[in-house]
Every structure is written in C-alpha cells, then in structure tokens.
C-alpha cells in the first residue's frame, strides 16, 4: 500500500501548499503531549480509546494540521463537501527517512504483506490525537456532563458538536476536556466510517518526526503518478548541476528503486559499481529480479532495457523509464501518456499489439505473424524519427514463437538468431531459442541457451524447460 503523503510532507510547506491534490492545510492546534504518548482513536467510540500506540513520543506542545483534498464529495444535502486527507502531528523539522505503521502494544505487522494495515475504526466518523492523561480526562469529562445533564443529554450534540461549529469552514475541534491541566484532545470530522491506519515517520536516527493518520483519499496511482514526477523534477535538478559520474548517478538510480520498491529507507545500492555504458544490463538484471514477468511486464522491461541501451549517455531519459516501468509493472492497469508527436504511429503500433494479442489467444498464428511484420516495418520507421525506441526485440520474439508453434523451426531458428545479434541480453530471446533448438532437437545448443536464460531471471517455466532437456541429455 502507497502513501501519497509520504511524497507531500517531504515537500517544503509552501510546495505542500500548492501541490495539485492539495486545497488547504489547516493548523487545528498544538497537541499538548505529556506522558510520552499518543493515543489514536474515534474520539465518541470506547474501542480502543484510552490505549496508547507503542512508540514513545517526545514530551511537549506540537502542530496539528489537517490536509485537505481538492477533490470534492457531495453531502447528504447535495452540497459540495471537501474532505481532510490525511491528519499530521509534527515533532521535529528533520527530514523522514523512513516511515512504520504505528500500532499499539500487543499489535504486530510482522506477517503483513503490502495491503495489510492496523487502524482504528471510525464509527461516528471522526477521529482524534490525545495523550494517556488527556484521555483519562476527556473520558472523565464525557461522564460528569452525562451525568449532570440527564438522561437525553448527548456528549456530542450537545456539546461537542456546539463547539465545532464554531468553525465555518473546517469541522474540528481543539478540546480542553479539564481547565487544572494543559492535556487537550484534537479532533476532526473524517467524513466517512473505516478503518484509518497511522504511521510515524522516523529520522535518520531513528527518532519519530510526525505521526500521520491516512483517511484513504488518495490510492496507488496517486502515489506513483507523483513519485515519477518529483523523480523526474529532482534529475532535471540533478542535470543543471554539472557533469554526472557514474557514482553519482548510481546513487541516484538507487535513490529511485528504494522508493519504488517501498524498502523504508534501508536498501543496498546495486549500481555503485556500475558505469553508465554498464547500467542498462544492471537495470536489467534487478527489475528481473523484483519483477513479475507476465507478459505485459516482459513488454515493459524490454522496452525500458532498449531505452537504457539508446540512452546511457542521457540520464535524464533513464530516470523516466525508470519510474514510469514500475510504476505500471507494479501499478495495475496504470499507464502514462506520452505525449509526443509521433502519438498517430504509437496508436497504430499499439492497436496492432491488440489484435495480435487477439489472434493468438485463438490460435490463429499465421494471421498474428503478418500482423507481426507490419507491425516491425512501422516501428522500424519509427524508430528511425525519435530517440524513443519502440520495443522491436518483444515483436521479434513474438515473431519467433509463433513460427516456432506453426513448427517453421528453421524460420523461428533464423528470427531468434537475428534478434539476438541485436539484443545479447534479453533472457525472452534465449527462452525461445532453447525451445526451438529443443524442438530440433538439438538439445545441447538448447541447454546453453536457457541456461543463460535463467542467468538473466529465473521462472517456474524455464526450470521445468530445463529439466526436460536435462533428461533428454540423459544428466
């Protein structure tokens, strides 16, 4: 799971301010904190309401804001309604390096995986920051007024609510529960009933920065769509500032591929001994590595491969494709619009993509292969006008299994071989060579071809490629 704030509170404020979901950032008081803690919870709900979250926090007052999205709901009374995002307690100004799920004592996220989170339910539709000796007295407060005011008294309407509506533009409240103590309860109007997790971020010594509640505005796409910018907005920087070295621009890719790959600020960098010549194999190599390779991900890592290749010299290009391939490798169904001027040749490279998908999901193969070479003759000439490489080595390859299912071995052999005099290491190619060489039976050419295969990225298909011609060789 991707937190869009992650990207927006590394921002400076005044960048927050004018970031394209943001509307506004209201300060809804300072959290007294005292006991070294903080409790997070729907401050008219008893779940949970007096227990403290694990991590201890420092003592003092703090700066409490809300977030607000520029995206608008629609009220019960058909008004336009603007919902907070996220909620902030702020510690320090250090930089966060690395952010944890905050959870409270007995809670752990030890077998989470990327879509599981700890949160506390909203049943009334708010939420709230408080410390141990803050929640002892809001509770002790709600009593007493209940108490004194009758059966028909309700703590919310009555008087919560009175006093929130002191505010015209935002629902929140900063509540003083006893007038001995400076102990006091923010509270804030969510918008909606769910589950809302927070997470502290933490300094490079691993103190808490800020604590943030997620109210699930934005989603994945939100998160990769702003991280490939701001990637791409930090090497325009980046390329303003002189010549790059290799050892700068491995810290650099490296940079990319930690956030991407979500590693919380502890990730070994691959490429510090890679030059930029080298990079694109490295490149190569890791995203095989962390990378489904469906076939929408095969396209996607041989084109960025093929990118990298025309490129090296070009960081900037690199950063992009980058960003952009793991953000759809890894986004679902999320793809970036290139606007270029060549958009007519792109449409018709992809529309013949589509209808050689078509044809071979019905077995119809000599159909897909002239589909396939009009498709290599346009991407060809297309290649010819723009730096940006289409992925002629995934059309080959296509090509190539497809002569190789019709049983034209001798056609796939020829495809395969031109192909890899072009692209050496595209692990695809060597695949459906070794099937190939295998169908021939010539199964020691075979064996070193998925051999090298598996060098580049390993699967469950090319072991069990492997396996087989392994036994034909009698090993």
Known sequence: MKHLFELILRLPKEEQLNHPEISDIVEIGKLHVGTNSIVVCDPLHYYNSSVPLEEKVPNGEFTTELYYTNNKNTNQQGLPDIPPCFAVVQFTNRPVKYWKMAVSSGQSTENFDDLDYIGYPTVSGMGCFKDEKAAELYSKRSDELCTSNGADFNFYNHHI????????????LNYYPSEEFANNVILFDIGNQNHFPSYFGFDANDQPVCLVTDFFIFDDIHYYKYLSLELKKETANFLKSGEISSST??????????QLFNNSGKFDNPFLNSTLEGFYHDLYTLFSKYILTGAGSFITLSTSVELVRNNTKNPEYIIDLAAD???ISLGENVEFAHETEYAEENEKINE????I?????????EEAIEKIDIQLQLVEELNKKTFLVYDKMAVLNNKAYYLFLLERYEEALDVAN???LEYDDAPELYHTRAEIYDAMEKYDLALMDIT???EFSDSESKQELLNAILQKLGK
């Open 161 to 172: 609510e009175l006093l929130m509506d002191e505010n015209d533009q935002f629902d929140f």
């Open 352 to 355: 013949l993509t589509y209808e």
């Open 357 to 365: 998908v078509e044809l071979e999901s019905q077995g119809f193969y």
């Open 325 to 327: 391939m793991v953000h």
């Open 452 to 454: 090298k295969s598996i």
């Open 249 to 258: 621009f491995a810290n650099l890719a490296s940079n990319i591929l930690k």
């Open 418 to 420: 031109n192909a890899i």
